[in-house]
């Protein structure tokens, strides 16, 4: 049996996330006191108490979620649980990575805070959105991608299930997609709330910055094998984990594939390291027979069992 860790992305926040690990754990109230420092703002207040449109912002989105995953993981190593293997969606990885000692925690929201910030200014230079196709296979959708463009850009960003496909690119062209997608047969078309097109060639100018980034601080072989968003396969090499965040911001999340071939190699019990449920729920869609379970309170984690 292998127990395997799932970390998630963005869209998994909520308001009051966090507030009993930092009530309640040392761990807790050491990384918010240093995340409030590196990000020069009270992500623990935003964090607790919201407002939910400042929350929601993926300038603070993605530090509060890596925040509060990585809390979870290591309290989780400290009461003694470790995974087989982990993986995480998009910003996930960086949750799972610092959870298996690629970086330490200052390094790896130094990291998040850099790749938010990029991304939303990506999100300006290149205006571009988001949308969930439901019901058509990867196929159809890369299709309807393909013919759509031309001038304007749209591609698929995120496999999350058989058919769950999440599109991204320029506004006129995620919409003309969704159009096409409903004649097509799609049992739903959602536009997504996102303040660019993530996991795309608009994405190139955070690419650049986070590149610079990473090829400016050491990355550790990690302990726990990765299963990367862009190839679906395990690494555990320092410059291979480097090569793969970077290719990551332009690259489609792999997360179908991500969790076969975890299943494919003996993951029979997963646990979502984070919060929210939403890795669970594509979990079940994925393969039902699969255990998956989430941790994200203080309490979650006393009652833990494998």
């Known amino acids: 049996m292998k127990n395997s860790w799932i970390f998630p992305g963005q869209a998994s926040q909520k308001i009051g996330m966090g507030k009993d690990l930092y009530d309640k754990t040392e761990i807790g109230k050491k990384y918010y006191n240093i995340a409030n420092e590196i990000l020069e ?18 300038k603070y989105t993605q530090p509060a979620i890596f925040i509060v995953s990585a ?5 989780m190593i400290e009461k ?25 925690f200052s390094t790896g929201l130094e990291l998040v805070k850099l ?70 047969g799609a049992k739903m ?15 190139s100018p955070a690419r650049e910055a986070l590149a610079d980034k990473l090829d400016s601080i050491q990355i550790s072989d990690i302990l726990y094998p990765l ?41 029979d019990h997963f646990t979502e390291i984070g919060p929210g449920k939403v890795l669970q729920g594509l979990n079940r869609k994925i393969d039902k027979n699969v255990s998956t379970k989430g941790i994200q309170t203080y309490e979650d984690i006393l009652n833990y069992n494998v």
């Open 71 to 75: 809390i979870i993981g290591h309290a």
């Open 41 to 58: 703002t009270d992500i623990q207040s935003i964090s607790f108490n919201g407002p939910e449109e400042i929350l929601k912002k993926t």
């Open 227 to 267: 299963y990367t968003n862009v190839d679906a396969k395990p690494i555990t090499k320092g410059e291979e984990i480097k090569k793969s965040l970077i290719r990551q911001l332009e690259s489609p999340v792999q997360w179908h594939n991500v969790i076969q071939k975890m299943i494919n190699n003996g993951s």
């Open 115 to 184: 790749r938010a910030e990029s991304m939303q200014n990506a999100g300006k230079v290149n205006r571009g959105t988001m949308a969930a196709i439901i019901g058509l296979s990867s196929d159809d959708v890369n299709n309807l991608c393909d013919e759509i463009s031309t001038e304007k850009i749209v591609v698929v960003a995120n496999y999350n299930t058989k058919n769950q496909i999440v599109v991204s690119g320029h506004i006129d062209a995620v919409k003309h997609l969704m159009i096409s997608a409903k004649e097509f």
């Open 80 to 104: 003694g649980y470790t995974p087989d293997i982990v993986a995480g969606h998009s910003l996930g990885e960086y949750s799972a990575l610092v959870v298996s000692g690629a970086f330490d």
């Open 189 to 203: 078309v959602i536009p997504l709330n996102v303040s660019g097109a993530f996991h795309s060639p608009l994405m």
